[in-house]
């Protein structure tokens, strides 16, 4: 069966220190991945998509980048982080597109910059 | 362009059931449910492809209308588990293929 990893789960960082999420999915291959965000109390924004390695769209312009160095390996990476980059990161993975398919969620992985 | 939830909160007791509507002004390709528990990832419910579709399981049930612009969840004789917050995803298809764009959420919680 698939399962879908993130780490660190929870973390706390000082305003202007790197970041590095990090996702991995087993049991498929060549999945679509996804980093979300939420705010506290928020809604789920998607900041980054890819359909395969190295292959990455942004949807929100920002000071995180993410790579897709193999095929089941999603990061999430700043090199400065601001304070509003405090929220909760989901990685997720789909097969395929979503048009008929749902999206599976990581656990999440907590971030509080102060 | 995200689409728009209502009501943002709901409060029920058991057994209550409850209506939570996902509007967009352009017509959808599709429309996902999640639902999600506090500290938790969101789990998918649902999702509705066609206008005019209607889809259930257990109690809770999704319709999508015939214009495909709005999208209803009905939970019916709501359990103390349906607690959490719930997220339609609209999918518009073309450029946005593979995109997921959620609504605000909507609180919904359940007492004895």
């Known amino acids: 069966s698939q399962t879908i990893h993130q780490w660190p789960a929870t973390l706390v960082q000082p305003v202007g220190s790197p970041l590095s999420l990090e996702c991995t999915v087993e049991g498929t291959s060549n999945p679509n991945l996804y980093w979300y965000r939420q705010a506290a109390g928020r809604g789920l924004q998607l900041l980054f998509y890819s359909v395969g390695i190295g292959q990455i769209s942004s949807e929100v312009p920002q000071n995180l980048s993410a790579s897709r160095p193999q095929d089941r390996q999603f990061i999430l990476s700043s090199k400065k982080l601001l304070l509003s980059d405090s929220g909760f990161y989901l990685c997720?993975?789909?097969?395929?597109?979503?048009?008929?398919?749902?999206?599976?969620f990581g656990e999440g992985s907590r971030l509080t910059v102060l | 362009q995200q689409p728009v939830q209502s009501p943002q909160a709901v409060i029920l007791r058991e057994g209550e059931d409850a209506v939570i509507n996902c509007s967009s002004s352009?017509?959808?390709?599709?429309v996902h449910w999640y639902r999600q528990k506090h500290g938790e990832a969101p789990v998918f419910l649902m999702i509705l492809l066609k206008g005019g579709e209607q889809k259930g399981h257990d109690k809770i049930s999704a319709s999508f209308n015939e214009k495909k612009q709005q999208s209803s969840l009905y939970l019916t004789a709501s359990q103390l588990s349906y607690s959490g917050t719930y997220f339609c995803g609209t999918l518009r298809g073309g450029t946005s293929y593979g995109k997921l764009t959620f609504g605000q959420g909507t609180i919904l919680t359940v007492h004895p």
């Open positions: 997720a993975w789909s097969v395929l597109g979503l048009d008929t398919g749902e999206l599976f």
């Open positions: 352009k017509a959808l390709y599709s």
